[in-house]
């Protein structure tokens, strides 16, 4: 949502400001859409993935795939350009992460995400918006490892993002390796 504040000026020295105007974002084509999902993974796995969108709390097909990965476009909630494919644990790890329920334990997934991402936190993994004082963390292009919660133990927690891989997430369902591409 863009918020939109009209400024008049009128002489001699008025100033009226009326209350900031809601603008929704113009929709994007499916053809966009498909593209920009497609983006996040090499080519050899994108151009047979199945595409999806989110329509408000709902899944859309945009294209049906001939194989196990599904691709998702940009989330328009998070200030990067975060396209994601996945794997078939991958969606079921992010179906459960959408659901806020525990990920499924002992099916590991990959998750390409070439275009890079941007989350609100490393620790909290329904943050919205960041901690009061904290920036959006933007990561580069990425290979996430997920479905091992409890099986990263000695594995960093702390970013040192773009040199090594770190545990994101940690101590949750969801923790995931992040494992930089470039």
């Known amino acids: 949502m863009i918020l939109v504040r009209t400024i008049i000026i009128c002489l001699p020295g008025c100033l009226v400001m009326p209350a900031a105007a809601e603008v929704q974002p113009k929709p994007k084509s499916d053809a966009v859409l498909i593209q920009n999902a497609m983006s996040a993974a ?21 294209r049906q795939g001939k194989n196990e990965f599904t691709c998702v476009p940009d989330d328009p909630g ?3 350009n ?3 494919c996945l794997d078939q644990n991958g969606m079921l790890w992010l179906n ?21 991402g941007s989350d609100a936190s490393n620790d909290d993994p329904f943050a919205t918006a960041p ?4 920036q959006w963390i933007t990561t580069g292009p990425h290979v996430m490892v997920v ?7 000695d594995l960093p927690k702390t ?12 101590g949750s369902s969801y923790e995931h390796i992040m494992m930089p591409v470039r």
């Open 159 to 170: 970013p040192d993002y773009p040199k090594k891989p770190f545990v994101m997430w940690g």
């Open 96 to 116: 459960a992460w959408m659901a806020h329920q525990d990920a499924p334990k002992g099916k590991p997934g990959l998750v390409y995400m070439l275009q890079g």
């Open 42 to 62: 090499p080519a050899a796995i994108s151009r047979d993935a199945t595409i999806i969108v989110m329509d408000g709390d709902k899944m859309r097909t945009l």
């Open 131 to 134: 901690p009061s004082g904290k």
């Open 78 to 80: 998070s200030p990067g």
């Open 147 to 153: 479905g091992m919660a409890g099986l990263l133990g």
């Open 82 to 84: 975060d396209p994601m």
